[in-house]
Every structure is written in structure tokens, then in C-alpha cells.
């Protein structure tokens, strides 16, 4: 099939389970089409997200004139479709609070890829994420017919459902997919009865590198491992909070936060503030490469996060081996077990603070036992090739549903968990 993924900024360094999931889809013998409205912000430290960027289309980078010529292309060829995507794009302005000006720029936007759908014959359009590439993407479906389809990851979605129109896309679209059984549950409860069938979970998965990857025991260096956006979801002040109370209480320590974003200046200070100048260390972006020496130099990954889908962090980390730290938010306790890392509950620095301690002082014994069994879950549950396989299915289902008069499927009749539906737990115990 020839496939295109839509998303507001590719590749980017937060997002290789995008880039995962298309290459598994390539290596079905599919035709991937990357189709992204901008460039990334920050930099591509990885070479294969560098690689990625090349095959990329991105909007923008087209300049005004010809997004468009584009456009007016497609407005004067489907002038219906045109008038009617447009009468839509305005009723999701007044849902939302990015307001007409913004809605207008989707819908230029929908008409120029519009009109890349139609030239190369895409047969169905996948968008991450369900905020404003999944607003442009209905707008396609509206002036092509081609099916479409959207993964959620939250948290944003679901803070502001209704301002994103989430039960309307979910109405229009042919599937929607959630990474986790909790993120489905929410997905749920803004679904009309009649669209509950469309929601399925696919997780996201990861690749040869990681499962391939040999064994390396993890030592006695009391090093401990953050890979994360450094932004307010994130829990980091938590986490200088209980790295301060480990240095209070006399905790030989290593923390190396691997990442950047707006609350570095916000860390740097607690840094300096609690005398941790020593112990945590800044490191900035990495590539995949150096994010996987940095988690075999490890004991343990930690990630405090406030809200989350579920982070693929966690997932790389088990699969090297790592048991991980993290928190009872959204899809995490889904993944981590108390045989596989520690939960603890979310913003409280001293439960995080003894369970970075009790991975500090476990012995080398303890954190092999942990981490095989880390590895074991992902392994089951987080395979990209098997993943791949349950999103050709819905996206074949979806083209083969497709009526004369464009509409969506509304009951594929597939699995809707990648480990409890039995088609899915047919493939993966193929797999195993």
C-alpha cells in the first residue's frame, strides 16, 4: 500500500517510535510517504533521525507562493470539497481555543496535502498525535476521501479533549489508535457508543538495535539515568528534590539527565541551589547510540513524570537490561511491575528519594534479576515488527472498507490490544 504519516514537526529526537513504526511498515513491503508541516526545533544528534530528515516532505519549506498554488490547486479542482472542508474547518475554530486564524492555516495546509495525497495515490493517512496534524487530517479525508487514521498519545489530548475536537475525529476517522489501555479508556470516555469499536491499542515498540543489543551486567558505580524533554510533565523539580535529600542523607550518587528543553535554567539553579555540582550532571541531547552506552552505564532509569502516555524511555531502558524509576501515572504501571522497577507515587520527592536509594544499594544480583525480567516484558509487549503488523491490519481494513462515498469504517471487527486481543496474541506468541 502506498501510506502516508503526517505530523506537525519530523523527525525530532522525542519521536523515534514514529520513525520505528514507518520503517517496520517499509520492511512489510509498504510505500511510506513522511509528510511533516515543519522542520524540527532542536537539533538531530541521531544518524539515522539525520537520514530520516532527507525523505521527509515538509511543508513549509515550500514557502508561501507555492503552499499556495498548491492550495488553489486543489480548491479549483474540488471546489465542493473545497467549500465543504472549509465550512468544517470553522467548526472546529469554534471549538478550540487556537481560534480562526489558526484553522484557516490547517485548512490552507489540509489543500496542499490534498494535493500530495493525490498525486502520488496515497491510500491512507496516519497521523501522531491527535491535536493539530489530526485537525489537518480530517480536512483531507473531507477533500479526498482518503481514509485516515490517528495515534493518541496524551497527555495533551486528553487535558483539552473538547478543545481539540477530539470525539468529532475520532467520528470521522477510520481507527484510532492508543499506546496504552489506559490511554484507550480515555480516548472512551470522549467517543460516541457508536465509535468505542474504532479505538485499538498498538503499542509503541522498539527495534534490532535494542533487542539485539548483547548484554552488558550492570556495575557497581552508583549511577543512575534520566533521558527525558525537560519540561513541566516531566516531574524534574521532584527530582532535584529527592537528589537533594540523597545528598542530605550522605547517598554517594551519580545522576546524568540526558535531554533539554525549557526548565534547564530552572535545573541548573536547584542544581547550584542544593550543592549538587557533583552528583548531577546536564548532558544535553544525545543520539540513540550514546543514550544506549549512557543506560548500560547505569543501574537505573529514572523518570518522575507528573502525566505521560507511555514513555518509549522506559521501554529502551528494560530492554538494555535496566530496571527503571518512575511513577503510578497513565500507561507507565501498565509496563513497569514491581519485579521490573520501582512506582512510586507521582510528586513525592521521598518516595522518590528511597527508591533511587534502594537502586544505589541494591547489589549487582538484585539489578541483573530486575533488569532480565524488564527485558522480558518489552520484549513481549513493545516489538516494533509486531506492531507494524497490527497497524497494517487496521490500515488495510480501513482501505478495504472504503464506499463509494468516501466514509470511514466504523467496525473493523480487528483486536483492540496488541497483547490481549487474539488476533494480536496469535502474532505475538509467533513471535516469542
Known sequence: MRIAYLTNQYPATS????????????????????????????PLEDQEDIAELAKTRHLLDLGPVRILRQALHTAFTKPVQAFCAAAKALRYSARSDRGLLAHLA????????????????????????????????????????????FTVHGPEEFDRAESHSLAAKMAESSFVVAVSSFGRSQLMRWASPK??????????????????????????????????????????????????????????????????????????????????????KLAGWMGQPQVREQIRLSRAMVLPSFAEGLP?????????????ITTYVA???????PDSGWLVPAGDAVALCAAMKAAIEADVAKIQRMGE?????????????????????????????????????VDTGLAVDGVAGSPARNIIGNSA
Open 15 to 42: 519521536h523515534t517510535f514514529i520513525r520505528r513504526e514507518i520503517v517496520a511498515l517499509e520492511a512489510r513491503g509498504h510505500t511510506i510517504f513522511r509528510y511533516s508541516i515543519r522542520k524540527p526545533h532542536d
Open 195 to 280: 465509535d468505542l469499536n474504532k479505538i485499538h491499542v498498538v503499542h509503541c515498540g522498539l527495534d534490532e538495535p535494542y533487542f539485539n543489543e548483547p548484554a552488558v551486567l550492570a556495575g557497581e558505580a552508583p549511577n543512575l539515568l534520566c533521558v527525558a524533554r525537560l519540561s513541566e510533565q516531566k516531574g524534574l523539580p521532584v527530582l532535584m528534590q529527592a537528589a537533594g535529600l540523597l545528598h542530605d542523607r550522605g547517598v554517594d550518587f551519580n545522576l546524568t539527565i540526558v535531554g533539554d528543553g525549557p526548565l534547564r535554567g530552572m535545573i541548573e539553579e536547584e542544581v547550584r541551589r542544593r550543592d549538587l555540582g557533583k552528583q548531577v
Open 106 to 149: 490547517y485548512y490552507v495546509e489540509a489543500l496542499a496535502i490534498a494535493d500530495w495525497c493525490r498525486r502520488e495515490k496515497i491510500e491512507h493517512l496516519h497521523v501522531h498525535f491527535g491535536t493539530n496534524p489530526a485537525t489537518v487530517a480530517v480536512l483531507v479525508w473531507g477533500l479526498t476521501g482518503i481514509p485516515f487514521s
Open 373 to 409: 525480567r524488564a527485558r522480558e516484558r518489552v520484549m513481549l509487549r513493545h516489538d516494533a515488527s509486531v506492531s507494524a503488523s497490527l497497524m497494517e491490519r487496521h490500515i488495510q481494513t480501513a482501505a478495504a472498507a472504503r464506499s463509494v462515498q468516501g466514509r470511514p469504517n
Open 331 to 337: 500507561g507507565i504501571p501498565e509496563l513497569v511491575t
Open 312 to 324: 518509549v524511555v522506559l521501554m529502551e531502558s528494560m530492554a538494555l537490561r535496566r530496571p527503571v
